[in-house]
């Protein structure tokens, strides 16, 4: 019986006075629904109990110290259709002193399967809390409902959201064409439910894709009938193979939709169990427990109870740790067990990885026999409006640009467009092989008449690009010492060796430095 990790869930609660004892019985409603007896009315109140009823298990402990108070609860349920599994779900509630109370839930399944295919899907106790005492996450309110875009403030909210960096959840945004008619394919408020408290699920029209596009570039956008999942620490600079996307087309019929359905509610839940942190966003029942049982046995110390009763507590106290123990092993063995399958699945995916770069030179080798006159010099663009998508279709996989760069080239004043392109051309060309090739410096190397590619020397600056730091050394630059801006070329770039691209940095006008 391996224990597999499903979801992890961390709110808080409302600071208002009586939030945590609502919250509490909400939870206990929920479990009394599900238990195989009925609850005392102890139990009701929040007090510890365990009421073992033939796999329906329900136990919950009360911790009243000092620096702490937390009560959590843990409900046992056979699956209804698979045999042998068992899904155990906590919640845990907990203050400190001067501390908003704090919410967190935790579904595990028990199962003898190597491989577990459920579709993930939040406890209803979550969606209660919502409902009815209300959380949050990052200071965003959950909420179990879809989010419809439908207006301009909205879409500025939307795209506030989705580059915050205290942003927490996952934002899964669909792409409707036609807000008569949205011809989803995808229940939204049935998904938006499921995964309350894991993602906000958004609906929007194509204006707002167009936003979108225009803010973070096409390569991050979503439209046509698309979905993408929108992880947190997201901004222009992302790797979009790290926000997945769905096209419309994969959405087409209802057995497709089904599919695409659960995938999303997988990377999902596999987010949050690596996002939400056991010992820190969770208290684990089990440490809870111990606690409690540690907490009992010295108040039955201090308050002189008998040797009778303080040799009981201490028993029920070292059967608590060692349950706990016993749970920590399988725990972490399931932890080892999904590292080593991570490990190899990265493994695989190197190779893959290391193939496609093979293919994609192999193939820029090919293109790079012809003349640019054969094909390359034409179609370049002729305004900065055109520039980026030029760059992202023409140079893909030898050339990209940063966020930055993106933003500055949409306001750029270097009159000669062209000529700009075609200094990216010979960066694709000619300087990537050099890289890649080695055989001489670039330095001072002339990409054409009045333009030289240079160090940056003391100019040189680190940016980020797809979660690594590298350095802008290099520049393609006009000469003189011109700081008009229709007239100074500049070209700020470094070498990615992961992918083998040259990435800008920024471009076209003058980078103010220290030694500028």
Known sequence: MREHQVLHIAADLPSEDGAFGRARTEILRWAQKRSGGQLSHDAMAGRSFELLAAGRNSSAVEVDLPEIHAWALRQEDPDKTVAGRIWTSEAILWRAPNKSPRFAARLTVGSGEAELEVSPAAPGYVLQLTNTVGLTSGGRALSSAPWYIGDEEAQDELLRLLAAPSRRLPVVVFSVTDRANPALTIDLDKLASGLCGLADIVAILPETSWALTDRFGKRLSVFDRGVRIYMPRFDVDADPFAHPLWLGARLASIEDAALVDRQIRARIAQFSTRAVRLGEDILPFAQLRSFARKAEQDRLASSGASDEQQLKAAASRIQALEAERDEAKQEAKGWTDEAEAA????????????????????????????????????????????????????????????????????????????????????????????????????????????????????????????????????????GGNTRAPEHCLRIYYGWDEQTQQIIIADMPAHRRTGAS
């Open 343 to 478: 490990l190899l699945r990265a493994e695989e995916a190197e190779r893959r990885e290391r193939n496609a770069i093979i293919r994609v030179q192999s193939l820029l080798a090919k293109l790079a026999d012809a003349s640019p006159a054969d094909g390359e010099l034409q179609g370049l663009p002729q305004q900065w409006a055109d520039f980026e998508d030029w760059t992202d279709s023409a140079l893909v996989g030898r050339v990209a640009l940063t966020g930055a760069a993106r933003r500055t080239c949409k306001k750029a004043l270097y009159a000669d467009v062209e000529q700009a392109a075609r200094c990216l051309l010979w960066l694709a060309g000619k300087c990537r092989q050099r890289f890649l090739e080695g055989g001489g410096s670039l330095r001072d190397e002339p990409v054409e008449d009045g333009i030289r590619n240079a160090p940056c020397g003391h100019d040189t600056f680190a940016f980020e690009w797809q979660g690594q730091r590298l350095n802008a050394d290099w520049h393609v630059k006009t």
